[in-house]
């Protein structure tokens, strides 16, 4: 649009992007290339950091153990999300909207609120127990063990599963389905064979997405969970401040970024936008 | 006119209709199934329950983490506005959160600007992805990372090494909001406020700047609240002289069990709902009120 | 920090307007994309003092690049842009004082109308009593007085056109820029608003330079067409000067409609031949291009092309050809038939008088024309 501008000033949207550059590479970039030269033995490019990983007898033990529960977060969520998710697509925008409210509720407060609220709930003598002792299931102990906290972290991931869903479902034309119906096909038949399949794009974003991010929960399970249970993010944690193992934590550290990383990458791919992860529309209302 | 309906299937009189009839003929022709609101509702409820917990807890007389909550008492929160660590701790958080977000604001709206200048080059579509890029990362990876560091830069512990943790950490949000107001934002603005004699500073501060000014106070707003509920870096990056308000309330469940944190938990619970309630509906309000050129916010938070 | 306006008081060479607007003048200006071809090539008209110039033509043609030329949203690849005598090729559009309005109206949301239209003024700082004096002023000139505290979301195209016009000749430009400013309207809102443009022109009496494709429109509204085509001018002149004496084969098919006869390069100062037939040509009606050799080709109007059974009903001294009668046009005040002529079944069209029933689809008529009302072009 300038005319005027000298021909040796680099586009003036390169300077504007500098102050971020240099913060987040500052703060954030340089620490975790130290990490990561670290694990690598500081310039001697040795893989023993890494495979003292798995050779140490607890590791990969943790490992195992954060996949497993991030595995049952996910199908939890995935169970809960996705009716939650096709009655957003069912309802009138201003109920919608109370639907976004709610599933964004865990979001916005506190992670210490949260976990401190599930605290009390799973108690003993707490709220959870006593419900399901309604039901017969007496002596359930929740705090402290692994479903507790399964519990907990499903709550928090619900929103990354429903929207990604929610996005993929909103696309499916709700005709289809009647169309189906009508030409013969009993309704959970014309749902698993017609309109599940057109949702399973939005479905593989939600769950890389919820199982990558359940790996690295961190708060959750130290509060909740039992210490003789440790998931991979509170051995990271111990790596650091108790062993002081830097090079191991690097290592380890880089390793689950690496993993991270390439599974949002895929889940990217898959159909979940960046913008559904990183920016999530409040919407409040369509545009006129 | 023929036609080959006979008289046998013509319309059934209509006498009493019953109440199931008449009610399944005033909703649409494609209502919402009765199953799946019961199975939303109970998601719901299982959405905020558990944070609105706190709530009742807070008022108890208890110093255990019984629930329902014993007696009706104020006294949590006198102790949480009276202790020592645990104003102290608050405060600290304000101060951090405050300069956090002022920073993150700045730099996020900074970056958003020049990339939006740069839009369509590949170089900036992967810069944007390189800058969003701490929402996904595991916060404790990044923790750790930054503790070690900090440790050689004498950090660790100081108000600086928390603003800078923060804000860096928060930019990405701002940058999400203020792009995306920028997303809605038509280029031919800026043509005629050229051609009506306005130069390009002028030009940003009367024209751009008015229209994403939602997405700037969003970000802000989110960048805040981002710093204020942070936990996994502030555990990592504290000292027994300097915490912030979520690392005193881990110690008050990890270390000593303090009930405070129900009154404290409860506080920030509804503070914060309150300021995104609000933030929802004003912008409800101005959809349909002229001059804005956002009406989606980014509500996405760490959450761990 | 007033910007000066610069009044030209220039008359032209037969002192009709004295215009109140600046002399444009384009010296070989050209902008290339780095694409196939330049998107402006080599471009030179001059555009006088307080006239209306419209750029016509075909999407993709140069027309819309030029006019953000002369506005400086783009930069010159070469050539030289000026302003009264002014050099502006270099100059930021800020800088440049030329009022513009845009196909999507580009009012500011977050302003009032008198907001809006105040905008120019407050950047120039012009007193805040002045402002107030001319944005009514100018609310007045374009009907939409009471409307100064309204957003633009508040109101219909039109008033917003309206809205965009007032904002850009407040400040006295010594030029208006007009996008195809009426694009977006539907034809009764755009022919209404084609008469107040107009009028509003009169009474501003500022040079004006409209954009637009609608030939209808070009021709209703200018002093002058500059015909656009291929990044190219490709013939400047009064509409009637366009239609009645077209240089090409382009201009002749881009305003009106017509039928063409392809004459391959045969020389076209005497009588020439098409198919069987023989036509005579009055040299007043050989285009100057078409002159120096190269294809050419016989263009006749719809209005002057009369039908009749057979040969023996054509004027003498007039060219004639046989067709076939393809379809009948209803157009109300009169009737087009659609031809096919001669042997390779030539697109033409005939107007007839909307009374005259005689003629059915699949008849074997005979078209014909007098030589003065035909038109031989480059092709």
Known sequence: ???????????????????????????????????????????????????????????????????????????????????????????????????????????????????????????????????????????????????????????????????????????????LLLAARSLGSPPLVAFWKVYFPLSRGGVVAGVILTFTLACGFYVTPALIGSPRESLIAQLLGQRTTQLLDFAGAGALGTLVLVVTLVLVWWANRMGGSMATIGVVAGQTGTRR | ????????????????????????????????????????????????????????????????????????????????????????????????????????????????????????????????????????????????????????????????????????????????????????????????????????????????????????????????????????????????????????????????????????????????????????????????????????????RRTR | MTIGISRSSATGPAGERSGKGAQIRLESVTKDFGLAHPAVDNVTLTIEPGEFMTFLGPSGSGKTTTLNLIAGFESLTSGTIRLDSQDVSTLPAHKRNLGMVFQNYALFPHMTVAGNIAYPLRERKVPKAEIERRVAEVLELVQLKGRDKHYPSQLSGGQQQRVALARAIVFNPRALLLDEPLGALDRNLRAALQLEIRRIHREVGTTLVFVTHDQEEAMNLSDRIALFHDGRIEQVGSPENLYAEPETLFAARFLGDSTVFALGDQPVTGPVTWEDERWAVDAGTVAQRARSGGPTALVVRPESMGIVRDRAQVPGGANAVRARVRDIEYMGAYRTLVLGVGHAGVSGRARIPAADKNYAIGDEVVAWWHPDAQRIVAA
């Open chain 1, 1 to 175: 649009m300038m005319t005027s501008r000298p021909r040796w000033l680099p586009h003036p949207g390169w300077l504007l992007l500098i102050p971020a550059v240099a913060l987040l590479g500052g703060i954030l970039g340089v620490p975790l290339w130290q990490s990561f030269w670290r694990s690598i033995g500081s310039g001697d490019w040795t893989l023993e950091h890494y495979s003292a990983l798995f050779t140490d007898g607890v590791t990969l033990k943790v490992l195992a153990r954060t996949g497993q529960a991030a595995a049952v977060v996910t199908i939890v969520t995935l169970l809960l999300g996705y009716p939650y998710a096709y009655l957003m697509t069912r309802v009138g925008p201003l109920w919608r909207s109370v639907l976004v409210v709610m599933v964004l509720m865990p979001f916005w407060t506190s992670a210490l609120a949260r976990n401190f609220g599930w605290l009390i709930l799973l108690y003993d003598n707490g709220l959870v127990q006593r419900f399901l002792g309604l039901f017969g299931f007496d002596d359930v102990v929740l705090y402290g063990t692994a479903q507790g906290v399964t519990l907990a972290m499903s709550q928090v991931l619900l929103p990354f599963m429903v929207l990604p869903l929610f996005s993929a479902l909103g696309g499916i034309d709700r005709k």
């Open chain 2, 1 to 300: 006119m023929t036609t080959l309906l006979e008289p046998s299937v013509a319309a059934p009189a209509p006498a009493r209709t019953s109440f199931l009839t008449r009610w399944r003929a005033r909703r649409s022709a494609d209502p919402t199934p009765v199953w799946l609101t019961i199975v939303g509702t109970m998601v719901a409820l299982y959405l905020v329950l558990p944070t609105l917990i706190v709530i009742p807890m807070s008022f108890s007389e208890a110093s255990t983490f019984v629930f329902p909550p014993r007696g009706h008492s104020l006294w949590l929160y006198r102790n949480f506005f009276t202790n020592d660590r645990w104003l102290d701790s608050l405060r600290n958080s304000f101060i951090v959160a405050s300069c956090a977000a002022a920073i993150a604001t700045v730099v996020g709206t900074s970056a958003a600007l020049g990339l939006h200048q740069l839009r369509g080059r590949r170089s900036a579509r992967f810069l944007q992805s390189a800058l969003m890029f701490p929402i996904l990362t595991p916060s404790i990876v990044i923790a750790t990372a930054v503790y070690i560091s900090f440790l050689r830069w004498h950090l660790v512990g100081t108000l600086a090494g928390y603003v800078l943790a923060h804000a860096a950490l928060a930019t990405p949000f701002v940058l999400a909001t203020v792009t995306s107001a920028l997303g809605t934002f038509d280029p031919t603005y800026l043509r005629a406020s050229a051609s009506l004699g306005a130069s390009p500073w002028r030009s940003f501060l009367t024209v751009t700047l008015p229209l994403i000014s939602r997405g700037v106070a969003t970000g802000a707003v989110l960048a805040f609240v981002t710093s204020f509920d942070e936990v996994v870096i502030a555990l990592f990056i504290r000292s027994p002289r300097f915490q912030t308000l979520p690392v005193q309330m881990y110690n008050s469940v990890v270390v000593e069990i303090d009930p405070t944190i129900a009154a404290s938990s409860s506080l920030i619970v509804v503070t914060v709902s309150l300021i995104f309630l609000v933030a929802l509906l004003g912008s409800a309000r101005r959809t349909s009120r002229p001059g804005s050129a956002n009406n989606r916010r980014s509500v996405v």
